[in-house]
């Protein structure tokens, strides 16, 4: 199957008349090039403009380099070669290969000193089956190399061509500079598709599902003039509405000159409104007081879709492309301790939700997820909000049980969370494993019934944060389970005081940032929030006095999380004492008034410190880059999770500027941003449409489907962390800018149970604000 590449100063050789140290000359396209491109399957293999994509450059400690284009060529530096060839390496993926055909590959290539890469045509995840590969002997001189191979096997939908250049190939001695250009990958039977036409972002950005009738209602409209401009509310054709707009200058964190357009004034429900300013117009948007109705149940979707241990299938899968056999059914059931965990038993770990876009189970991730979907019933509960999640209310197994379809989907996740915990007679008894995940990082497109097949799984070592995340969650579930099902109540009350006692017996057991391979590391080294949020859940369920003196000895008592890596914001998975906070505020207990009045004021002042945000931001939000200027990785997260603090103060102290700045909130995930970009699968004229996700990865290969409604990506990111952000050439971009809907962007676009569930909450609550109020 492997055929060599032809090189060297002979048949295959072209000289060039000019070369520059670590830099390409500028040599036109020739005729003959440009025939081969209509059977070409690789895309911008002339690098003629300055971004790199799809090409992708994967640099793996303790590697160091830099891959950037240069004088239309696409060059890497690299100053230490790591261990393996993979370590540095370029790359192009969703090659569609088919059998029987035959490729031929090509490139022009260069170093500025001599050395040996590796080039291979092969499969872009585990076993990494290759297809054609060959060492090759470079110098600084280019050489034009050049060979064929017929692809044997299966059809793949998603190879790759990559260039490995680490470990013993390029060497350690001193940097060197690696370069290529006029890359081919040629196929007779192939014929290109024309070069994608880039859409502009329209230049009225807004909730691109619509509005509530008697909300607030505000557009972005871009543009450099410093007057005001005239907008008009179209429908049909027919102006309803108008007025003008009010220029607020350069927005900072969009990098956009943004003219606010508020038509609040106007509340006629209805469908087909067009928003206008001079000759842009918006996509078509409704008014309408069911607005989140069926997202909020779309969302709920998003964790059966992603259940572990069970298959998922009609109707519950809504269409027959979300259908897939269970996965990790038998490896779980006897998964063995990872060689850093100390542990020699297994446990059975089935069930669950995949936690992300990989198929990795995480408990602190579950632990926040599982809250705030508790917090959502329990704080509906406590309010007499009859829109609730009940039984019926969405399509799951379990409907029609007579219990709550919301708590059945969270006992799914809750009963893995439960065989987590170390048994009684082990060492660290009552301790809980901070996670249980492949062995190695699987690549995009694979069903999790697969990757069982092809990866060993592991129980990571236990840390204090999932032990009292199990104890926050266990104790909360056993108060709402009570009447239901009392023995799963008394169960999940005995497993989260087994935790604390547990966790006071262990309290600084870190999870460490260097467990990451294969999954998450989830590393926390400050566990005294968590501390702060078990020992509040406990209270409530239990009223023992012992932990109502916990949380009169922690720092948390009085002051409360309001900025998150860097950002206004009140929790994630590793800060979670405003958790604590919010149950004792909204939640019956035993504090005294006094002491329950001061927990509210930590609410209240968190989301007056929000809501002022609003006005700061051209766009209108209650969010902002804080003091580090960043956006930070899933800050769509942050943005929903601040909207249910102004939801929360809006049920202790009713402000309706509380509720209009969580209907702001979803406006940005929506649409009305710097981008125009919902960040909603299936909702917008601009929805997110290929998410970082193993099985919704239609993008990577076709085989697999594509995203469901209802799901939430992480959006922007300032960090940019992922090969294919870096690729783009978008470093120092403004914070709402630092996205691609690509599933390849994993730092910008991967999806998470602990970001879907915000998601859940924020449209529920809008709903119970706006939806007509049932009668009894």
């Known amino acids: 199957m492997h055929h060599a590449f032809q090189s060297g100063s002979g048949l295959m050789a072209v000289a060039l008349l000019a070369l520059c140290s670590g830099c390409a000359a500028q040599v036109s396209t020739t005729p003959a090039q440009q025939a081969l491109q209509k059977n070409n399957l690789i895309q911008n293999g002339g690098f003629r403009s300055p971004s790199s994509l799809p090409w992708v450059s994967e640099i793996t400690a303790p590697a160091l380099g830099e891959t950037q284009v240069k004088g239309g060529a696409l060059c890497t530096t690299i100053t230490n070669s790591g261990t393996n060839a993979w370590d540095v390496q370029v790359r192009q993926r969703q090659l569609a290969l088919q059998t029987g055909h035959t490729y031929t590959v090509s490139m022009r290539i260069w170093a500025d000193r001599s050395t040996a890469v590796r080039a291979k045509v092969g499969m872009a995840g585990p076993p990494y089956t290759e297809y054609f590969a060959q060492n090759l002997a470079l110098s600084s001189e280019p050489q034009q190399v050049k060979g064929q191979f017929v692809m044997k096997g299966s059809d793949d939908p998603s190879a790759e061509l990559a260039l490995h250049m680490g470990g013993s190939l390029t060497g350690p001695a001193k940097p060197i500079t690696v370069c290529i250009d006029d890359v081919f990958v040629t196929d007779p039977q192939f014929t ?6 880039k859409v502009p972002t329209p230049a009225i950005r807004l909730n691109q599902v619509g509005y509530f009738p008697q909300g607030r209602k505000v557009a972005g409209y871009v543009s450099d003039a410093t007057k005001p401009l005239t907008w008009q509310l179209l429908q049909g054709g ?4 108008s007025g003008q707009t009010e220029p607020l200058g350069r927005d900072k964190e969009s990098g956009d000159a943004v003219h606010l357009v508020d038509f609040s004034g106007f509340g006629t429900p209805g469908d087909g409104y067009v928003l206008a300013v001079g000759s842009d117009q918006s996509t078509p948007f409704r008014i309408a007081a069911d607005l989140y109705q069926q997202l909020t149940v779309d969302a709920m979707n998003f964790f059966y879709q992603n259940r572990s241990g069970i298959a998922i299938t009609l109707p519950y899968a809504r269409q027959p492309q979300w259908q897939r056999p269970a996965g990790h059914a038998t490896s779980d059931k006897s998964v063995p301790c990872h060689k850093t965990a100390g542990c020699n038993y297994r446990l059975d770990v089935t069930g669950g939700w995949y936690d992300a876009g990989d198929h990795g189970k995480y408990v602190v991730n579950g632990g926040i997820s599982v809250w705030t979907l508790l917090n959502l019933y329990e704080r509906n509960k406590a309010y007499g909000d009859a829109n609730t999640l009940g039984d019926r209310s969405l399509t799951i197994p379990e409907s029609g049980n007579g219990v709550s379809d919301l708590l059945d989907e969270v006992r799914w996740q809750l009963e893995f969370l439960l065989k987590m915990q170390v048994p009684a007679d082990a060492a660290q008894a009552g301790m809980v494993h901070l996670k249980i995940h492949d062995e190695f990082w699987t690549a995009l497109g ?3 019934d697969d990757a069982e097949t092809k990866q060993k799984r592991f129980l990571h070592p236990v840390s204090t944060s999932a032990t009292l995340n199990l104890a926050a969650v266990g104790a909360q579930a056993a108060r709402l389970w009570r009447g239901i099902d009392d023995a799963f109540a008394a169960r999940c009350l005995a497993a989260a005081e087994r935790a604390w006692a547990a966790a006071k017996k262990n309290p600084a057991v870190y999870a460490k940032v260097t467990d990451g391979n294969g999954g998450g590391a989830y590393e926390d080294d400050d566990v005294k929030d968590e501390f702060f ?19 009169l000895a922690s720092s948390y008592w009085s002051t409360m999380t309001a900025l998150v890596d860097g950002v206004p914001s009140p929790m ?12 004792l505020a909204i939640v019956p207990n035993k504090l005294s008034a006094p002491e329950r009045e001061q927990q509210r004021k930590k609410v209240l002042g968190t989301a007056d410190s929000y809501l002022a945000l609003v006005g700061q931001q051209a766009y209108r939000y209650p969010f902002n880059a804080g003091p580090s200027g960043k956006y930070p990785w899933g800050s769509t997260s942050f943005v929903a999770n601040n909207a249910i603090m102004l939801s929360i103060a809006n049920d202790l102290a009713p402000n309706p500027k509380y509720v209009e700045a ?6 940005y995930l929506l649409g009305r941003n710097g981008l125009g970009q919902s960040y909603v699968s299936g909702y917008g004229s601009k929805p997110l449409l290929n998410p970082h996700h193993r099985f919704w990865a239609k993008q990577a290969n076709s085989r697999f489907p594509g995203v469901p409604p209802g799901v939430l990506s992480g959006g922007p990111n300032s960090s940019l962390q992922d090969p294919y952000v870096k690729a783009m050439g978008i470093a120092g971009c403004p914070p709402q800018k630092c996205y691609a809907d690509h599933g390849e962007a994993w730092s910008v676009n991967e999806v998470a149970i602990n970001w879907n569930a915000p998601l859940v909450w924020i449209t529920s609550y809008l709903n119970s604000q706006y939806l007509p109020k049932k009668t009894p």
């Open 192 to 197: 290109a598709p024309p070069p994608a036409v």
């Open 238 to 241: 027919k102006a309803v509405a």
């Open 446 to 448: 694979i069903r999790p």
């Open 533 to 551: 949020w078990a020992a509040a859940e406990l209270f409530i369920t239990t009223g023992q006095s012992a932990y109502r003196t916990e949380l």
């Open 572 to 583: 994630n998975w590793a800060k979670t004492d405003a958790m604590g906070t919010i149950s």
């Open 662 to 667: 969580s209907v702001l909130s979803l406006d």
